[in-house]
Structure formats: structure tokens, C-alpha cells
């Protein structure tokens, strides 16, 4: 099925370890974003990217890196994890106003 | 910069009992307004949308009136069912077209008692 792909679905990380969530998508859309989901914060923003080779940060940025060598791929990397990191995180990618979201990832930072 | 404020959960309502979740929201400039929900385990699927103002969002019995002079958009339905229960979320993009980022408020838990 067309959509956004994230990749793995659940993962626990000890601090200080680094580890990427993958986030793909197959509908061309040329604006991706990532959101970390905290209870009674909603979904804030942390990297998102206008096109191939653009990044830039959103609201909660510190502690992630992105990169976007290609149109598809929106990796996010977490250098060194600590448990203020323990969160939902989704992909979106969006064309116009119509934004598709990943199923999320669930990590925890012990 | 821009936000977007809604009403604290959860709300608890029997079902075929009338829904309103409050959303208001502060932007510079022009913004289009939406409603995601977000069912247990799952991610987010896109509820309804506005992008000017007077402009009403509608889908599955839910409903909302993009009100500029109030700068709300308010989550109306008016017969809830169990299958409703989910997490609503509000949110704006910045800038009447896309910027490829949107400002979310704080999420509304729902439940609905058979």
C-alpha cells in the first residue's frame, strides 16, 4: 500500500546508545516531516524538509539530526539517547494540505 | 509564534449524546485549521479540514466552522457512538498553502459509554 513507512515499530535504547528511525514514503510528496508525541503535549515538531537536500528545525530539534539525500527517505538519528527521549515518534510526508502519517514508532530510553 | 490551544480531556459521554471539543488558536497571517484522529495503537488519519474562514469541515457526522472573528474551530457530532473513542487532536499549518509542518494542540481523549 502507498503511504509512510516507519520502521522499527517499537524499540528500547540505553542511554547514551544512538540508533535512526527509518521513514519512507512512496507517493513523491516532496515535504516530510518528524513529530515526537508526549501525553498532554500533542505532537510537537522536531526536523522537517521542503525537498531533497533541505532540512531544517522545528520546535524540539536539540538532540536530533536528519538528513534528505533523496525525495523518498527522511532518517532520523539519535546521536546519543537519554530518557527525555522515551517518546511516540511519527513521519508525516504532505503534497498541498493533505498530510500522511506512519503508524509511529514507540521508543523508550532507559 | 503560532498555537493552537484545546479544551483538557477526557471527555466521557454516552453514546448518542451530542460531541463538542473546543479548539482556538493564535496565527499571524491566514492559516488552514484541521481535526486528526488518532484511534488506539494507530497513527494519525486526517478527520476534516478548513482553509478559510466561514468554511465548514465535515466527515463521518463530525463537523467544524472555521470562525476567524473568534479564531476557533470547534469538533461538533451529534450522536456519538463507542467506535468514536479516539484521541482528537487540532491543528493549524501556518500559511493558507503548504509548508510541509503543522502546530498540533494538546490532544482531547474521547470516550464513549454503550
Known amino acids: 500500500n502507498a503511504g509512510v513507512t516507519q520502521t522499527p515499530k517499537f524499540q528500547v535504547l540505553k542511554t547514551g546508545q544512538s540508533m535512526t528511525l527509518q521513514c519512507a514514503q512512496d507517493?513523491?510528496?516532496?515535504?516530510m516531516s518528524w513529530y515526537r508525541q508526549d501525553p498532554g503535549m500533542g505532537l510537537r515538531l522536531i526536523h522537517y524538509s521542503v525537498g531533497a537536500g533541505i532540512t531544517d528545525q522545528g520546535e524540539v530539534p536539540n538532540g536530533y539530526n536528519v538528513s534528505r539525500s533523496t525525495t523518498e527517505d527522511f532518517p532520523l538519528r539519535l546521536l546519543s539517547a537519554a530518557p527525555s527521549q522515551t517518546s511516540v515518534y511519527f513521519c508525516a510526508s504532505s503534497y498541498g494540505l493533505t498530510y500522511t502519517f506512519g503508524s509511529g514508532t514507540r521508543l523508550t530510553v532507559v | 509564534g503560532d498555537s493552537v490551544t484545546q479544551m483538557e480531556g477526557p471527555v466521557t459521554l454516552s453514546e448518542e449524546a451530542f460531541l463538542t471539543i473546543n479548539c482556538t488558536y493564535t496565527a499571524t497571517g491566514y492559516p488552514s485549521l484541521f481535526w486528526y484522529v488518532q484511534y488506539p495503537g494507530e497513527g494519525l488519519q486526517l478527520l476534516l479540514k478548513?482553509?478559510?474562514?466561514?468554511d465548514k469541515g465535515s466527515n463521518k457526522g463530525f463537523e467544524a466552522t472555521y470562525r476567524k472573528e473568534t479564531t476557533s474551530f470547534h469538533l461538533e457530532k451529534g450522536s456519538v457512538q463507542v467506535s468514536d473513542s479516539a484521541v482528537y487532536f487540532c491543528a493549524l499549518s501556518e500559511k493558507a498553502g503548504n509548508t510541509g509542518k503543522l502546530i498540533f494542540g494538546q490532544g482531547t481523549t474521547l470516550q464513549v459509554k454503550p
Open positions: 478548513a482553509t478559510k474562514a466561514d
Open positions: 507517493m513523491n510528496h516532496e515535504y
